[in-house]
């Protein structure tokens, strides 16, 4: 699986704090993803990862 995929299949789309806003967010580990904009470390739990994936079913 190349990057391309790994960001199509594991990247959500969820607020930032750096950015202020929602940003493409990339998994580094089971709750901690990596902002594709700022390349800042985000803290996503089950809340805002299910209102991510609900987002993308619907997309
Ligand atoms: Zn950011």
Partial sequence: ???SDRLL???VVAMCPDCRDERLLV????F???CTT???AVL???EA???AVRERATA
């Avoid at 998994?27 to 089971?30: F, G, L, N």
């Fill in 9 to 11: 299949h594991n990247g």
């Fill in 27 to 30: 998994p580094v580990d089971a």
């Fill in 1 to 3: 699986m190349n990057t």
């Fill in 38 to 40: 700022c390349d800042a």
């Fill in 44 to 46: 996503l739990f089950d």
């Fill in 49 to 51: 990862v299910n209102t």
């Fill in 32 to 34: 901690e993803y990596c």
